[in-house]
């Protein structure tokens, strides 16, 4: 495609639920890349992946969150038993050379 | 583990004057990136500097990376309503990830 498309832009869900946050990366971009942002903080290293394989999973916050690359291509960020700290734009972006391409986001709010 | 702040956290200027914003790294980097994400919006590439010293200019954008590969930074000239946002530096840790700033916000009071 054009651009990293993320989906869902919105996603509101209750304490304890499952859920799963899909980005589809600029065709031929070798690099995967997730953050999360706070409102008014800058965006936070979560997992990044060279190919399929996860080369940095250092960001990741507890064994809640998971991300999987399976193909080299889209990739999803999965979080289980949600908690209301997670509520926060989750931002995928993409590379090739270094420069990163990010999607819109998805808003993830936990009730 | 690596840490980038930027100074200030918060500019309010008016149009037509200058801004600046200041990021410091607690380790060396390889390259300094900048990015600009506009209120609502995603984080946009604006450049990236590798060499020790270097400026790069982008219109009314002035980057610099400091001597000791430590520090960065932004200057806008005149700034323009469509300035408006908030820009982050950052910088590799390891070979790969890329670690953010706190950015800088910027508004413009017309």
């Known amino acids: 495609g054009a651009g990293v498309s993320q989906t869902p832009s919105n996603k509101v869900t209750e304490k304890g639920k499952y859920v799963e946050l899909r980005c589809d990366p600029i065709?031929?971009?070798?690099?995967l890349y997730w953050y999360r942002q706070s409102l008014g903080q800058g965006p936070e290293f979560l997992i990044y992946f060279q190919g399929t394989g996860a080369a940095d999973d250092s960001g990741l916050p507890n064994d809640r969150f998971f991300a999987v690359r399976p193909e080299g291509s889209v990739s999803t960020l999965k979080i289980q038993r949600t908690e209301r700290g997670d509520s926060a734009v989750y931002l995928c972006?993409?590379?090739?050379?270094?420069?990163?391409?990010f999607g819109e986001g998805s808003r993830l709010t936990v009730l | 583990g690596q840490q980038v702040m930027q100074i200030p956290q918060y500019q309010h200027v008016q149009e037509g004057e200058d801004f600046t914003t200041y990021c410091n790294s607690s380790?060396?980097?390889?390259?300094i990136q900048w990015y600009k994400q506009r209120p609502g919006g995603h984080p946009v590439f604006l450049i990236q500097l590798v060499k020790s010293g270097e400026v790069k200019k982008q219109k009314r954008l002035t980057f610099q990376f400091g001597e000791a590969k430590k520090n960065s930074s932004l200057h806008i000239t005149a700034t323009q309503t469509t300035d408006v946002g908030t820009y982050f530096c950052?910088?590799?840790?390891?070979?790969?990830?890329?670690?953010f700033g706190t950015g800088t916000r910027l508004t413009i009071i017309p």
């Open positions: 950052a910088g590799p840790e390891g070979n790969e990830k890329l670690t």
């Open positions: 972006a993409s590379t090739l050379t270094g420069e990163l391409f």
């Open positions: 065709s031929g971009h070798t690099a």
């Open positions: 380790t060396t980097l390889s390259n």
